[in-house]
């Protein structure tokens, strides 16, 4: 079955730096569009980030110049460095393959506090 197993998560300063993995099993990853998406308390998840199969990129206005992500066909893994992060990115980050109606990670928690 379709696996996407998020990792990196964690609790950061205002200004830190995370980088977000996500590994894909079941599917052939490199035919997929890959996203992260997120998800703060009481609100709606929205989109963070995404690649396509040929590498082209594009972003949430929120992060972007801070936030770079990325993929690595031959460990069927994508990235999420996230530099330059402020409180309001505190959320649950996850994982996406094939757009909002494809598959879902599990989620990760990133938490931006002083």
């Known amino acids: 079955q379709v696996q996407l197993v998020e990792s990196g998560g964690g609790l950061v300063q205002p200004g830190g730096s995370l980088r977000l993995s996500c590994a894909a099993s079941?599917?052939?990853?490199?035919?997929?569009?890959m996203g992260w998406y997120r998800q703060a308390p009481g609100k709606q998840r929205e989109f963070v980030a995404r690649?396509?199969?040929?590498?082209?990129?594009n972003y949430a206005d929120s992060v972007k110049g801070r936030f770079t992500i990325s993929r690595d066909n031959a460990k069927n893994t994508e990235y999420l460095q996230m530099n330059n992060l402020k409180p309001e990115d505190t959320a649950v980050y996850y994982c996406?393959?094939?757009?909002?109606?494809?598959?879902w990670g599990q989620g990760t928690q990133v938490t931006v506090s002083s």
């Open positions: 996406n393959a094939g757009g909002v109606v494809g598959y």
């Open positions: 079941g599917i052939i990853f490199s035919s997929n569009v």
């Open positions: 690649i396509t199969t040929g590498g082209n990129t």
